[in-house]
């Protein structure tokens, strides 16, 4: 009996404690909305009250956010091989289908993980064209290879809605139409007081876009939603906009749109085969009766190897997504949208520990009808998150078409080399400054370079290289110099490997 009052009590406790950080936040939020200005003020209370949503179920939820006994195999029918899609025609009338489609990328990202400053998207990736640049060739040579009319649609950031609409004026006289929309700002949290820090606007490091979850919230936000269904879209295709194999595909857009409205698909999400690269992604999975979107934050602690394993969770969550807008419409309208809340913490200079509070955008395909996963080929996958992925993208293993890039067929494997390039190369500029020019890499399997190395004019790599210079040392690669399967140690000895 005593067992059970203590339980009782505690549980009253911490229910009061949680409405005390509930008051305390909407005061904080109340006062930081009276220090913006009317222009400001709207946008700021609509943010805030996705916020103070995020907030409340940060406060009931405690620890890994699911059971693992609850885990179930995937139905057969839950993914589907990509090669089913393709052994069907595409559209007969495929401007009909395209017409329906708006492409969304998301571009919220800054590129300081590479050392650049400002928005990750206007990096340039080949040929002197950025993400940015790539996207609109691709979606361009689209609508004109068949009449259509698909517009770009981009997700920016307070971090990044500046620039991208500053360089978008350059895209003003093409045909394409390109809209933009800006993700949530969401105040960072002091740990220990679970209060914001913020106190006004003008802080940047006091704020943070919360993730990309965001995307439908801020979507019917600012108007777009509506404006896309007033428009005659039913889809939206939605892609990181450094993943440069996410192009449209007919074959998954004929799916979704031939279907009967009444099995019609509400959310594809696309995945392909986990590598040992890709232990760290987030699958699919089968829970309490509805397929879910598992991350690594969300695994007790003692599954975490098991969550890694390659054998158990076979694909992961490419962030390529298919979504029906008037779902997103009816579960906004409903509040029926359900994601699990990510909890990002942080360390900011000065040594002020703070927590962000995020969701993603896959998470949510558990609130949508016959959803469904598709297991696509691993060349719909081509991010680029470091300068080692940049040399792959840079170099001879692709050709790039229409704002497209494709595997060489002069390449004798489908995969992609592994390549690791060292801290030396980890920020753009000094990755550019280390190549007359890029190697020639059709036949490399592997390549790890550590050090202060250099690369002449038409070098090329074969099977396994390993090129390592030891600390107050330097290596120069001479031009025209082929290496295959060597190892080039800090002494310039190349040895067979």
């Given at each position: 009996?005593?067992?059970?009052?203590?339980?009782?009590?505690?549980?009253?406790?911490?229910?009061?404690?949680?409405?005390?950080?509930?008051?305390?936040?909407?005061?904080?939020?109340?006062?930081?909305?009276?220090?913006?200005?009317?222009?400001?003020?709207?946008?700021?209370?609509?943010?805030?009250?996705?916020?103070?949503?995020?907030?409340?179920?940060?406060?009931?939820?405690?620890?890994?956010?699911?059971?693992?006994?609850k885990i179930k195999r995937l139905p057969k029918e839950a993914v589907v091989a990509y090669e089913e899609m393709v052994a069907a025609d595409v559209p007969a009338?495929?401007?009909?289908?395209?017409?329906?489609?708006?492409?969304?990328?998301?571009?919220?990202?800054l590129g300081t993980s590479m050392g650049c400053k400002g928005a990750k998207s206007l990096i340039s990736v080949r040929n002197e064209n950025t993400f940015l640049d790539l996207t609109v060739k691709q979606i361009e040579h689209l609508n004109k290879t068949y009449d259509a009319d698909v517009p770009l649609v981009l997700m920016n950031s307070f971090n990044t809605d500046q620039e991208t609409k500053k360089?978008?004026?350059?895209?003003?006289?093409?045909?394409?139409?390109?809209?933009?929309?800006?993700?949530?700002r969401y105040p960072r949290i002091n740990k220990e007081s679970l209060l914001p820090i913020a106190k006004g606007l003008d802080s940047a490091e006091a704020w943070y876009p919360p993730g990309h979850g965001d995307i439908y919230a801020s979507l019917a936000n600012s108007g777009l939603l509506q404006r896309l269904l007033d428009d005659g879209k039913e889809?939206?295709?939605?892609?990181?906009?450094?993943?440069?194999?996410?192009?449209?595909?007919?074959?998954?857009?004929?799916?979704?749109?031939?279907?009967?409205?009444?099995?019609r698909c509400e959310f594809v999400m696309e995945l392909t085969d986990k590598t040992r690269a890709d232990v760290k992604g987030g699958t699919l999975i089968?829970?309490?009766?509805?397929?879910?979107?598992?991350?690594?934050?969300?695994?007790?602690?003692?599954?975490?190897?098991?969550?890694?394993?390659?054998t158990k969770f076979?694909?992961?969550?490419?962030?390529?997504?298919?979504i029906s807008l008037s779902a997103i419409k009816r579960l906004l309208q409903n509040n029926a949208l359900d994601m699990e809340v990510i909890v990002n913490p942080k360390t900011l200079e000065g040594g002020l520990n703070v927590i962000q509070l995020e969701t993603a955008v896959g998470a949510a395909i558990k609130s949508f009808r016959n959803a469904m996963g598709i297991n696509v080929p691993r060349s719909r996958f081509l991010p680029v998150k470091t300068s080692s992925d940049l040399l792959l993208v840079m170099s001879n293993l692709y050709s790039l078409d229409a704002g497209s890039l494709t595997m060489s067929q002069k390449r004798e494997f489908p995969t992609t080399p592994h390549v690791k390039l060292g801290g030396c190369f980890s920020k753009v500029q000094e990755f550019l400054s280390r190549f007359d020019s890029i190697p020639d890499m059709l036949e490399l399997d592997h390549l790890t370079v550590s050090g202060d190395v250099t690369f002449g004019k038409n070098v090329s790599l074969k099977g396994t290289v390993i090129i390592i210079a030891n600390h107050g040392d330097r290596i120069d690669?001479?031009?025209?110099?082929?290496?295959?399967?060597?190892?080039?140690?800090?002494?310039?000895r190349i040895l067979d490997h």
């Open positions: 009996m005593m067992a059970d009052l203590t339980a009782a009590a505690m549980t009253e406790f911490q229910e009061k404690l949680r409405q005390q950080h509930e008051e305390s936040m909407c005061r904080e939020l109340d006062e930081l909305v009276a220090t913006v200005g009317d222009a400001d003020a709207q946008s700021c209370k609509k943010d805030f009250e996705g916020f103070k949503r995020l907030f409340h179920r940060f406060l009931q939820v405690k620890g890994p956010s699911v059971d693992w006994a009338d495929v401007a009909a289908c395209l017409n329906k489609l708006a492409v969304v990328k998301l571009n919220g990202g360089i978008l004026q350059k895209y003003k006289h093409h045909r394409l139409k390109i809209h933009t929309f800006n993700q949530s889809y939206i295709f939605v892609s990181n906009i450094d993943n440069l194999g996410a192009t449209v595909d007919l074959h998954i857009l004929r799916r979704l749109i031939d279907q009967p409205a009444d099995r089968q829970y309490e009766d509805h397929l879910r979107l598992l991350e690594i934050a969300q695994v007790p602690k003692a599954h975490v190897d098991e969550f890694k394993s390659v076979k694909i992961f969550n490419t962030n390529n997504l298919w690669i001479p031009a025209g110099a082929m290496l295959e399967n060597k190892i080039v140690s800090g002494n310039l």
